[in-house]
């Protein structure tokens, strides 16, 4: 299975690593900004596949083919799908964050003891799942699903994320958010219209 695109943050960034606000990464950012996209809540973890076949999940893997999971993060996946199959033939694939205690500095803000997986994306085959689907298989999987804050404008997601936001896991401002446009777009290289920003991005050092 594929590994999970990498999403595009909105702007660019100038010598000093800093955003540049309104100057956008990709056009089509720039032609979308006030269309209506869905935002979801960005959980600051470790991305990770889990595959499944008609025999049930063949491989836990990470953003890449070559990445490591941590052990204690293993026996967590092995125990939420151990023994869950598909309804179907085709090959699956789970796109999510492991995330808590040990993973990132602020994983204790979710978990303080433990951790856990959380799911954004489905791929069926060369299907993408809509928002609906996704959130019937983390039902049937008993599994999390990431959270929808809201929607609106690329400059809506910008003012809620500058100002922060309470995340949907504690009393703590959310890492950011990733938006999508409420109907799922790709551009001509056939890659999805998807884009992503930061808390920290907005607050100053010093």
Not at 6 to 26: C, H, M, S, V, Y
Request: neutral net charge.
């Amino acid at each position: 299975m594929i590994e999970y695109p990498k999403i595009q943050t909105l702007f660019k960034r100038d010598t000093n690593g800093r955003i540049i606000e309104g100057d956008f990464t990709l056009p089509e950012f720039e032609y979308l900004k006030d269309n209506i996209w869905v935002f979801t809540e960005k959980v600051d973890g470790t991305n990770i596949r889990v595959m499944f076949n008609n025999q049930g999940v063949f491989a836990y893997k990470g953003r890449t083919d070559n990445s490591q999971i941590p052990v204690f993060l293993r026996d967590k996946l092995e125990k939420l799908f151990q023994g869950k199959k598909l309804p179907n033939q085709q090959e699956m694939c789970l796109y999510g964050e492991g995330y808590g205690a040990r993973i990132q500095k602020s994983g204790e803000n979710y978990i303080r003891d433990g951790v856990d997986f959380v799911l954004f994306d489905v791929r069926v085959a060369d299907l993408w799942l809509m928002r609906e689907d996704v959130e019937e298989i983390a039902s049937a999987f008993g599994i999390k699903v990431v959270p929808i804050i809201g929607e609106g404008t690329l400059t809506d997601m910008v003012e809620i994320v500058k100002k922060g936001f309470k995340s949907q896991w504690g009393d703590f401002i959310a890492e950011g958010i990733v938006a999508r446009p409420k109907v799922e777009l790709q551009n001509r290289c056939f890659e999805r219209i998807i884009t992503k920003i930061k808390h920290k991005d907005f607050v100053k050092e010093g």
